[in-house]
């Protein structure tokens, strides 16, 4: 049977950290460079942080994941993973009754895009940003962004 992400939250588990970065993933930091591949929970727990009015980017949460290990880098393929499975999770804790939930919405794309990939949608993740006061507005043919989205970034430590 399928893990649900509460489940997947709740594995437990400790962050990683690999020095000298492998060859295939060289590029994501400098010679010689150390890399922290975090947990579903860790990730959780700092998204919970971001206060309302604020949001997060991608790149912003590993900065502040790599900066707590004391490492160069954090995996974006994990963090991204992680920061999908914290929003899985927040959703279904709602369906179980929980009025209050890790604000997976304020976790925007490095480039200020809402993400189809959370759960319902880009519906959902418009509705529940301008809930909280975020203008959002139309990047291209089907791409939305939150206005000004880099001076609403949460300081992440």
Not at 2 to 22: E, F, M, T, W, Y
Not at 38 to 46: G, I, Y
Not at 103 to 127: A, F, Q, Y
Request: charged fraction near 25%; charge should be positive.
């Amino acid at each position: 049977m399928a893990k649900s992400a509460i489940d997947k939250i709740n594995a437990g588990g400790d962050a990683q950290i690999v020095q000298p970065l492998p060859e295939r993933v060289a590029h994501w930091g400098p010679p010689g460079g150390s890399m922290v591949i975090s947990t579903p929970a860790e990730v959780d727990a700092l998204i919970a942080t971001i206060p309302k009015g604020r949001l997060a980017t991608i790149n912003t949460l590993r900065a502040a994941l790599a900066q707590r290990h004391k490492v160069d880098v954090t995996c974006p393929v994990t963090t991204g993973i992680f920061a999908s499975i914290a929003a899985k999770a927040a959703a279904e804790r709602e369906m179980m009754g929980a009025k209050r939930v890790t604000p997976w919405w304020r976790v925007i794309k490095s480039d200020g895009t809402l993400n189809p990939k959370m759960p319902g949608g880009l519906d959902e993740h418009r509705k529940r940003l301008e809930a909280e006061g975020f203008i959002i507005v139309k990047k291209g043919r089907s791409s939305l962004v939150v206005a000004d989205f880099e001076k609403k970034l949460a300081q992440l430590v």
